[in-house]
């Protein structure tokens, strides 16, 4: 949620911003916890966790490697632009299509998560369609949904580390209809 946030921020233009050279290295650190947390999900037998950490966690790592000048993916488009954005939105649409995926099994889930990955894909179809066709308002949209995703995330965190013992305020996470209580 911290690295969507961020980005988001940035896609939204939010006071300015529109560029991410401080926050490559971030997204690679960062995605390396996400991932590696991915990984502990397996030990502890939880599937759809593994899968959506381990993604994401690996989809943080690469962003952050597209968009670091020392991996020279900038410098190898320097002649072709819009090359560049196509191939970028490929690489969003791939996303946009296991987003919707994950966002489908998170159906028995919680509303928070089922929000996070409904407001995620929905940043990743913004994206993708603003690197397509080099729309910045589309982007910003994209920047935004991004925010409301981390909103999401943050909230869906929150709800599962806060209770009666460790917080004076705790948060419900509602369940989706039909979904199980464990």
Known sequence: SFNCLTLGLVNARVR?????????????????GVFLSGLMSFIFGDIFAMTVFGSFGAFWISWGCLNLEQFGVAKAYADNPQGLDNVLGFY??????????????SMKGTWGLFLLLLFLDLTFLMLCIGSFTSSANV????????????VCGFYSLY????????????LIAY????????
């Open 92 to 105: 969003l649409a791939g996303w946009c299509v296991f987003n919707f995926l994950v966002m489908v099994c």
């Open 175 to 182: 369940p989706m209809p039909g979904a199980h209580n464990v």
């Open 16 to 32: 300015g911003a529109t560029d991410l050279y401080l926050l490559n290295s971030s997204f690679i650190f960062c995605g390396a």
């Open 159 to 170: 709800c599962s580390i806060a209770n009666k013992e460790s917080s004076y305020v705790p």
């Open 139 to 150: 982007s910003m949209a994209g920047g935004y949904f991004g925010i409301l995703s981390s």
